[in-house]
């Protein structure tokens, strides 16, 4: 088992640019969901997918939308990057809502 | 969900065991205690929660108050791979309960 993986780890924006973040589970996880950490902060919940079919914001969801593409797949998109996005991104899936959650490695994306 | 207070930073020698404590005084009766932990720049691992009794699994163990309002993880014989920002985490069920990370507790062990 894989558990949760993101691609791509790295990635480097300019303003205004467009990128997807990809997340996929292979645990057969009912929820998914996308966190942000700044530096020297906690996790702040951008968006969650109770399950597949469903999607709901969470603390941060402006600038972003998501997309349940299956079961195992939930994708982050920035439509116009902006350097108050530069942080790190982690994916985050759990076997149903109010479970331990299972978190990938994380993708960090700088936008100049 | 309820707020939690935890120490900024925290010291334990190598082979001692780690006693982590977390104030809760405002959780409610149907919301659990969530512990993880964040390893340099890793994601957040799960280690272990409870609701009122005391828990243990291969990582940890954790101790709830009898009133619940604060309760302590235990890493019996921390390692330098224990090094790390430990949360406590509380949160109800239900598809609107969410994990709220504050900023936690750093773990150094040292040799």
């Known amino acids: 088992n894989a558990g949760v993986t993101q691609t791509p780890k790295f990635q480097v924006l300019k303003t205004g640019q467009s990128m997807t973040l990809q997340c996929a589970q292979d645990?057969?996880?009912?929820?998914m969901y996308w966190y942000r950490q700044d530096p020297g902060m906690g996790l702040r919940l951008i968006y969650y997918s109770a399950s597949e079919g469903t999607t709901d914001k969470g603390e941060v969801p402006n600038g972003y939308n998501v997309s349940r593409l299956n079961k195992r797949e939930f994708s982050l998109r920035l439509e116009s990057a902006a350097p108050s996005q530069t942080s790190v991104y982690f994916c985050?899936?759990?076997?149903?809502?109010?479970?331990?959650?299972?978190f990938g490695p994380g993708t960090r994306l700088t936008v100049t | 969900d309820a707020k939690t207070t935890q120490p900024p930073s925290m010291d334990c020698a190598e082979g001692r065991a780690a006693n982590l404590p977390c104030n809760h005084s405002t959780i409610s009766g149907n919301e659990y205690v969530y512990w993880y932990r964040q390893i340099h720049s890793q994601g957040p691992q799960y280690i272990i929660h409870g609701l009122k009794n005391n828990e243990t699994n291969e990582m940890a163990s954790l101790i709830i108050t009898e009133d619940r309002k604060s309760s302590t993880l235990i890493l019996p014989h921390a390692t330098l791979r224990d090094t790390a920002v430990y949360y406590c985490i509380v949160r109800g069920t239900g598809t609107a309960s969410k994990l709220t990370f504050g900023t936690g507790t750093r773990l150094q062990v040292t040799l």
């Open positions: 645990m057969n996880h009912n929820s």
């Open positions: 985050a899936s759990s076997p149903a809502p109010s479970y331990e959650q299972y």
